[in-house]
């Protein structure tokens, strides 16, 4: 059994990226960047275990993709989310790398292996070719070092160069700061850190995302209950009777959002916000529905459209079926047109037709974020 741990740190929030998906969740083909690089490094070595941080929004969702890792909450910076993946870690060495280096060559894998026992941690370096000026002056190039990862360390050594609140940029540093021993060897061009847009262009071994279409579909019914505002789609309805709920009942999103959580996967509206939390005791569903669109977006998917059906004897729809279309359009960040909005009475049958409360279904279908390489 390999005396190697990897640990792969995906908790980041790709804020210099700046497109609609976080740079983990791409997609190449059918597979989020995060699950290609772990399959990826896999395939060069046979690790003991696989440890991926991720961001807490993001873990439970992860989690849906593999059961062949160990998924440990990200925290606030890279070492915080190195510093919790340690906690889990039982063998003498680990591996760290970013998901960010998605096309990490296997000899840079193979050789920091093969260096494992010469310092406390190995480091694949790239040398500088070009003139360097550092502020204003032109240094000697031969002295620079561009630090790549996935570093290999002595596990212990690694925890106890984190044992502090001093920030590092990377596991060597901070191995060196205790005064633990360094070995460089040579990186790779290919294992380029994705950090802004214009790097996909250089993150050659990931592949188009795939065409797929992704279909879920939503179902919630509330009973009304007197004296309360009344929301549908985030719209005020003008009658003297509310929902019923925890939150402040607007049927409509809550069928909406697990519509959208049903066509990416991600379970339903009560894992992301459960109704036994305080938190969301009278909350404005409009923010709950905010919070599963940035998600939505976040992990790599683009909203096609919504349609849905309101079943209520009362209160009348129709009147506010154009402003629940444009509210509901903003809010999925869509065009008027993509959002479809159906009313139907229950003909006076069952508890809706008893004018007890209403039911929404809805269905919303999903495509992949479509980054491409120009
Ligand atoms: N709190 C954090 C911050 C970063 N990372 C990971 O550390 C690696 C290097 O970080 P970077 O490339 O800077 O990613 P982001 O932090 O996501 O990017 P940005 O700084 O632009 O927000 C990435 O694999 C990232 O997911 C992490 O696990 N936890
Ligand atoms: C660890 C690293 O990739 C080494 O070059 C780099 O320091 C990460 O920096 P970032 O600011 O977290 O991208």
Known sequence: MSDITLILLCAGNSSRFELSSKKQWLRTENSPLWLFVTKRLSSFYSFNKIIIASHKDELNYMKNFTDDVTFVEGGETRQSSMKNALKEVTTDYVMVSDVARACIPKEVITNLIDAKNNADCIVPILNVSDTVVFKNDTINRDEVKL?????????????NALNTDEEFTDD??????IGGTIEYIKGSLNSKKLTFEEDIQAIECIKAPSKNFFTGTGFDIHPFEDNKKMFLGGVNIDVDYGFKAHSDGDVLIHSVIDALLGACGAGDIGEFFPDTDERYK??????????????????GYEIVNIDLTIIAQKPKINPYKNEIKSTMAQLLNLEKQFVNIKATTAEKLGFIGRSEGVA???????????????
């Open 172 to 177: 060597s540093s901070a191995i060196k700061n």
């Open 282 to 299: 009278g909350a404005d569903s409009k923010e709950l529905l905010k919070h599963i669109v940035k998600f939505i977006y976040n992990v």
């Open 360 to 374: 929404v279904q809805s269905i919303a279908t999903l495509k992949y974020y479509e980054w491409e390489r120009k």
């Open 147 to 159: 630090i790549q990862t996935p570093q290999l360390s002595r596990t212990e050594i690694l925890i």
